[in-house]
């Protein structure tokens, strides 16, 4: 579903990314792991398009995305869940849901949409009318996937999702996100709980100082002596 | 001594209809604020060209009254989006302040445009409605016509922005721009279609000014810094307080011009901004 | 090359230019002094949208006095700057110690810009409101001059008197930029924080400036009022006259001494220069250079931001850096 191939990017004159080719098939969900300042955050803003290839190239569905402006990138069925959740703080949570069903496709299936994410989130359906800015952390992240569901994408990115989260919170997002690709939603999630976050993808990328180090199964990983060591601290 | 003075209330009531027609002044360019975060000085003079406007079509082209203002109003609009695309857009990373300066440039330019094309002579309509008079009091119609039309003006205006997609997009760009790309919105698309709104509130401020006032190239600096004055005083931005802040200062204008002069009743209506500027800098309902 | 120039332009009124030249001169250097007085406080961060004011208190604070006690305008100047003083303060000090800064600053300023115009309106019966002022006559005699009544009916007079006044002003705009308050300032209007931390006291520092600068405003409006002899609240306060005191320092540059002089005779050139130029057609567009003005405004701040003769100098340092590098 979703390709990139030999992409390098950064900011001004700073390069995070060294060529990372990494592949995401229809249905799967797959984890790009890795310490803080590999890149993460910056793969998943290169293919959201909010900061520009050097080179190489991102594809969805085998279209390209290289013309595509960064407001466009959700019509082609990406949506992304930012870092740090970014929700606005002054708009409601029903009216954070609006945002997300902004393009015009989504608008004639807001309600259903909605529906559906108050469903996995039924939280979000008590606070409804509460401004987000006043949410606990997880009800933020609830928000904000629920937000990115809402364009009913096919593509969900999740830029770490358990950053500053109880762990039993963690872990009812994590299973979430399990859900949401049971559900038929491709997912491509990057994170540092690397414990957690292997425990519901099926395959992960492990990405450090903007290249691929190494790439499995999660049972693969976990298994390895290299992850087990380096970040699992066993 | 009288406890109830009838004319004190009329002054205390003419202040209302005041205040709605302000509110309705500061509402674009408090939006334009909010969302963009530039004042337009000019936004007085976008008024005054919207006058000039209604008055070409309909005293020198002869077209129908109504007809004349709704195309006072698109074109304000259109004057609006033009602002931005032209003038805001190529200082957007500009400091601050330049910002606030280009629009003074524009104010010079569109007066004098106005002056080019008008002259400095007083134009009016032509139009005369009788006062309304109520037991003792006397009301003139346009005042109340402005204000009920201007309450309507922001109560849709309201709507629109708590209502609609584009109107969510409008308040959620204010709060975070660098992730509306991820909404699939477009920022710069945002930008001038809520330029073009400041634009058509500014349309409809002089459909409803037009009614009231003589036309003039600087009428604009009889209304302009008061405009300002009151989405300051509401805290920049912030809508609700910008409309409490009309009302204020409408009493101000209202009855201390009723009790001393008319001009002593924006004296003391500056001199209050001033004194609330030094208490709560952010504006009376401005948040830290 | 500085006295050359100085002398050259000393000997103004001996080229044979006519009244109406030496007139022109005299305007350029008066704008030219009151907008060196706003810059002080401009090119520091501190974007007065009010200098209406002062210049208004000045000029009518010294006509009042003359015309309805018969104090001298000595006197009444002092008056007029003490007045100036005491607004500057009462307005600065509120302002810096609250950290009113932006546009913030520039709104409260026009605020009071407003409210000395509509004071003076409002006060009719002794200002004449609207329709201005002349200071009473003190020449009625033949006499040509009055030193006491500040009333000379020779331009020579007046060129030499401004000339004074203007040299002064940019002597202070040099003192001020080289004095360590500038450093504290440039310190301050970019992070006022920092500046603290360094033991500047922030507060003082922009009450001085602003002082200065207001002081210098309101003399400019008392010599505005006793060489044109005509004053009203439009011409000599309010959001009009502000704006344009912001906007020929613009053009002009603010960050080099001469700059501002440089945007109030760039101002008065175009007007009068479009005025000859358009000959009659003027007379049928009277707002044309204002137009012009206008556009040359939001022209120069996007893209010309320091000003023509800040533009000009940058220009020429990195022309001869070039070639002082090429030469080495």
């Not at chain 3, 100036?84 to 009071?112: D, E, N, Q």
Request: aromatic content about 10%.
């Amino acid at each position: 579903m979703l390709a990139l191939t030999d992409v390098c990017a950064g900011y001004g004159t700073f390069q995070a990314l060294f060529g990372v080719s990494l592949e995401v098939r229809a249905g799967e969900s797959v984890a790009v792991i890795g310490p803080n300042g590999a890149g993460k955050t910056t793969l998943l803003r290169a293919i959201s398009k909010l900061i520009n290839l050097g080179a190489g190239e991102v594809t969805m569905q085998g279209r390209s995305l290289k013309h595509v402006a960064p407001h466009e990138v959700i019509a082609n069925g990406i949506a992304q869940v930012p870092e740090n959740r970014r929700l606005f703080p002054r708009l409601t949570v029903e009216e954070n849901l609006r945002m997300g069903s902004f393009l015009l496709s989504a608008r004639k299936k807001h309600q259903q949409q909605r529906d559906h994410v108050f469903d996995l989130f039924p939280r979000l359906k008590e606070r409804r009318a509460q401004l987000a800015g006043t949410l606990s952390g997880g009800e933020q992240q609830m928000c904000a996937i629920g937000r990115a569901l809402m364009s009913r994408p096919k593509l969900l990115l999740l830029d770490e999702p358990s950053a500053g989260l109880a762990p039993v919170i963690v872990q009812s997002i994590m299973q979430m996100v399990k859900k949401i690709c049971a559900e038929g939603t491709t997912v491509l999630i990057v994170e540092q709980n690397i414990r957690q976050v292997l425990k519901v993808v099926d395959r992960a990328y492990l990405l450090e100082t903007g290249r691929i180090k190494t790439s499995g199964s999660s049972a693969e990983l976990l298994a390895s002596d290299e992850i087990r060591k380096a970040y699992l601290g066993l | 001594m009288e406890v109830f003075d009838i004319f004190l209330l009329e002054a205390v009531l003419n202040g209302i209809l005041l205040g709605g027609l302000l509110a309705l002044l500061s509402l674009g360019l408090n939006l334009i604020f909010g969302v963009i975060d530039v004042v337009w000085i000019c936004y007085a003079e976008m008024i005054m060209i919207g006058m000039y406007a209604v008055y070409a079509l309909h005293v020198q082209q002869h077209w129908p009254l109504l007809a004349a203002m709704a195309a006072g109003i698109a074109f304000v609009a259109l004057l609006g989006a033009l602002m931005h695309q032209f003038v805001i857009r190529p200082v957007l990373s500009a400091e601050p302040i330049n910002q606030l300066l280009v629009t003074g440039g524009v104010l010079f330019f569109l007066q004098a445009a106005a002056t080019l094309a008008f002259g400095i002579e007083f134009k009016n309509l032509g139009v005369r409605l009788p006062p309304v008079s109520i037991g003792e009091m006397s009301f003139s119609l346009p005042r109340i016509i402005a204000f009920m039309v201007a309450v309507a003006g922001v109560a849709v205006t309201w709507l629109f922005l708590t209502r609609s997609y584009l109107g969510t997009a409008i308040r959620a760009i204010s709060q975070d721009r660098a992730i509306m790309p991820l909404m699939g919105v477009n920022p710069d698309r945002i930008f001038v279609v809520t330029s073009a709104l400041g634009g058509a509130l500014a349309g409809l401020s002089a459909c409803l000014l037009v009614l009231q006032y003589d036309i003039h190239p600087a009428i604009g600096l009889s209304f302009g810094p008061i405009t300002f004055l009151i989405c300051v005083l509401g805290g920049l931005g912030n809508m609700l307080g910008g409309l409490a802040a009309a009302f204020i200062f409408a009493q101000f204008i209202s009855v201390g011009g009723f009790i001393f002069a008319i001009e002593w009743g924006y004296v003391i209506a500056f001199v209050f901004f001033i004194a609330v500027m030094f208490w709560r800098p952010q504006g009376l309902l401005g948040g830290k | 090359m500085k006295f050359l120039a100085l002398a050259l332009l000393a000997g103004t009124p001996f080229y044979g230019l006519g009244n109406y030249l030496l007139h022109l001169v005299i305007m350029c250097l008066l704008w030219g002094y009151v907008y060196t007085s706003w810059s002080i406080m401009g090119r520091l961060g501190l974007v007065s949208f009010g200098h209406g004011a002062f210049l208004g208190i000045g000029a009518y604070s010294v006509v009042m006095l003359w015309n309805h006690f018969g104090v001298s305008p000595w006197i009444g100047a002092l008056a007029g700057v003490v007045a100036s003083a005491l607004v500057a303060v009462i307005i600065g000090l509120p302002c810096f110690r609250f950290k009113i800064v932006g546009h913030y600053f520039a709104l409260v300023t026009l605020a009071l810009s407003e409210v000395t115009r509509l004071v003076i309106v409002a006060l009719r019966d002794q200002t004449g409101g609207s329709l201005g002022a002349t200071p009473n006559t003190a020449l009625a005699q033949g006499n040509p001059w009055s030193l006491g009544a500040l009333q000379f009916s020779d331009k020579i007079v007046w060129f030499y008197a401004i000339l004074v006044v203007w040299l002064a002003g940019l002597w202070v705009w040099t003192k001020v930029d080289r004095g360590m308050t500038r450093l504290a300032l440039e310190a301050i209007s970019q992070e006022e924080e920092a500046a603290a931390s360094i033991g500047i006291n922030v507060t003082r520092s922009k009450l001085f400036v602003t002082l200065i600068s207001a002081v210098m405003t309101s003399i400019g409006g008392v010599l505005y009022a006793q060489y044109q002899l005509y004053i009203n609240p439009e011409t000599v306060s309010g959001i009009g006259i502000s704006l344009q005191m912001v906007f020929g320092v613009i053009v002009g540059g603010m960050f080099v001494v001469l700059g501002p002089t440089v945007g109030a005779v760039f101002t008065l050139l175009l007007s009068e220069g479009l005025r000859l130029a358009l000959g009659d057609a003027f007379k049928q567009f009277p707002a044309l250079d204002l137009a012009i003005y206008g556009l040359m405004l939001v022209l120069f701040i996007i893209y010309l931001p320091k000003g023509i003769l800040g533009t000009a100098t940058d220009a020429w340092r990195k022309h001869s850096s070039a070639r002082a590098a090429a030469r080495r």
